[in-house]
């Protein structure tokens, strides 16, 4: 049908050109994400202290990362960098760093709604406990932020998983790249085209579903 012929991607043309490539983007979600959180947690906390020294910087960090679309960040970092400290840092390093810095502002206004989701009377009891600002954040307010955020968070790195395809304008050996290397080499660019789109939607759709399943059983233990 369409004259497409998708018998030709067998086990030895994963193992070769696509497993490489999905572990790649397997590493740097896992990494941005962890990353992006530890960061934007920071950046969250920097916004919400009140202190304008603090807020300022993390707001334009925070707006001028969302403002900007990511693949023209990963494209400036991997250009300018380089040509800033005199010798490449290669794609996959470049992109791992990019993605954190980029995903911190995104993660950052997660973790800022889910504080903010925290009622005042939380606050206020742990004050009453004499706790100071970091006990209070750090004991009472961030565990049940974070328990609340869990779906949001793992939605954002379904979302990430996705994005780590525009590695792919650096040279970055990512899933999309391992697919289209094989459809190159054995002259079936189309199919291998199709069947990476198809490996996409059935992992990210699994793992929404499994978010969607997560965020009902949350709701229940509220």
Not at 17 to 36: H, K, R, W
Not at 139 to 160: C, E, G, H, K
Not at 186 to 195: C, D, F, I, K, N
Request: hydrophobic letters at 55%; charged letters at 10%.
């Amino acid at each position: 049908m369409f004259g497409l012929d998708l018998t030709f991607l067998n086990w030895e043309i994963l193992s070769k050109f696509v497993i490489n490539g999905f572990l790649f983007s397997v590493q740097l979600t896992v990494i941005a994400t962890l990353g992006g959180i530890v960061l934007g947690t920071l950046l969250a906390l920097m916004r919400l202290s009140g202190k304008q020294v603090l807020v300022i910087p993390a707001t334009i960090y925070v707006n001028g990362m969302r403002s900007i679309p990511l693949v023209m960040v990963i494209l400036w970092f991997f250009l300018l960098v380089p040509t800033i400290i005199g010798r490449p840092i290669g794609a996959e390093l470049s992109a791992t760093i990019t993605f954190v810095a980029f995903e911190a502002a995104y993660f950052s206004e997660i973790v800022r709604a889910g504080i903010q989701s925290i009622s005042r009377g939380q606050v206020n009891a742990g004050r009453a406990l004499g706790m100071t600002y970091g006990q209070n954040m750090r004991l009472i307010i961030l565990p049940q932020a974070f328990r609340n955020m869990v779906p949001v968070l793992l939605t954002q790195t379904i979302i990430l998983f996705q994005d780590t395809s525009l590695v792919y304008a650096i040279g970055a050996y990512d899933l999309l790249k391992g697919f289209t290397t094989a459809g190159k080499i054995y002259g079936r660019p189309e199919e291998a085209y199709l069947l990476a789109a198809v490996v996409y939607f059935v992992l990210c759709y699994s793992l929404s579903y499994m978010v969607k399943r997560l965020n009902s059983r949350i709701a229940i233990i509220r």
